[in-house]
């Protein structure tokens, strides 16, 4: 039996089958063995075969294990959990997922600010109780909403905001890339934004400078009646100091899709508030995801092919 191109790890992500994803990759490739380990052993010794893999994680020993192996397709954007270190030294180029969580996640942004613009949430309250009562709304036009981090996802998120009428600021490492937004300032002037936001979506990794980075003092930059949408990490925000500020009446409310901890425990005293709307770890589900997983993967195996060494999306 010939030996496949491509494993795919039998781990399932988003509840979706690795299997999937595998077809979704053969439709792309007709002509292509693609393999998927029904077993921990037959996984193990197609990864020690095969030249491209793709999936979640491999432990260090897997990598030191796989002689062959020269490109690992991560199936998401942070790579973070993966044993950087090993590939390198086993000569395997690392690619992540950016962009596939782009229209999906942004759509979610949307939805959660404009729930709260429209006073959703006490619709479904009265709605509950067979209650006709008018309540006040707002409107989301000439607000300002500021986007920290503008990856692949901040990015959509800010082309998905632009036919409301809204002022941008964007919050980046590197603010002299610029980017889609009206502005765009350094992690060194968030407070510069925070003060004039009516909307905070925060989109950027977790790192040792975003950690903790919205905390009390944030919280008192902010606008009383600003609203906090967090799909990035959990981490980003001091979850004791979101509990004060949100119990001092010091910002609206919140849209939070990561907690920290996480999953949040059910006596959480964040499952309280009238004004947070919580998911969990939701935003990022959506029938696409291995859809365009296998439009990345298959671009860098026509570069593999071809004898390149640089990878679409490439970390390593």
């Known amino acids: 039996m010939s030996t496949p ?22 439709e792309r490739l007709p002509n292509t063995d693609i393999a998927v380990g029904k077993t921990p052993a037959e996984e193990a010794e197609l990864l020690e075969a095969v030249p491209i893999a793709t999936g979640f994680s491999m432990s260090t020993e897997t990598i030191e294990s796989a002689e062959n192996l020269e490109l690992f397709g991560c199936v998401y954007a942070g790579v973070g959990h993966l044993d950087l ?23 979610y942004v949307l939805g959660a600010i404009l729930s709260h613009v429209r006073g959703f949430k006490q619709a479904w309250r009265q709605q509950d109780r067979n209650e006709w009562r008018s309540y006040p709304a707002r409107e989301l036009k000439d607000s300002t909403v500021t ?31 610029g980017g889609p937004t009206d502005e765009v300032l350094g992690f060194d002037e968030i407070h510069d934004a925070l003060a004039r936001t009516d909307y905070l979506v925060l989109a950027c990794p977790l790192t040792d400078e975003t950690e903790r980075i919205i905390d009390s003092e944030a919280f008192l930059t902010l606008p009383t009646d600003a609203f906090l949408v967090n799909i990035a990490r959990g981490g980003v925000v001091d979850t004791d100091d979101l509990v004060t500020a949100l119990q001092a009446n010091r910002i609206a409310g919140a849209a939070i899709d990561v907690t920290d901890p996480e999953p949040l425990p059910n006596d959480h005293p964040l499952w309280d508030f009238d004004t947070v709307s919580i998911t969990p770890h939701n935003a990022g589900h959506t ?29 390593l």
């Open 5 to 26: 191109e491509i494993a795919v790890l039998r781990q399932k992500i988003h509840g979706l089958s690795a299997r999937d994803y595998a077809r979704a990759l053969g």
């Open 147 to 177: 986007v920290v981090g503008l990856g692949a996802i901040g990015q959509a998120i800010v082309d998905r905001l632009d036919p409301f009428g809204v002022e941008t600021i964007g919050v980046r490492y590197t603010p002299q890339k």
């Open 85 to 107: 270190e090993a590939f390198e030294a086993n000569g395997t180029a690392v690619t992540n997922a950016s962009g596939v969580h782009g229209p999906n996640i942004s759509e």
């Open 287 to 315: 029938p696409e995801y291995y859809e365009r997983l296998a439009d990345i993967l298959v671009s860098n195996v026509e570069r593999y092919r071809n004898g390149e060494t640089d990878f679409k999306n490439q970390v």
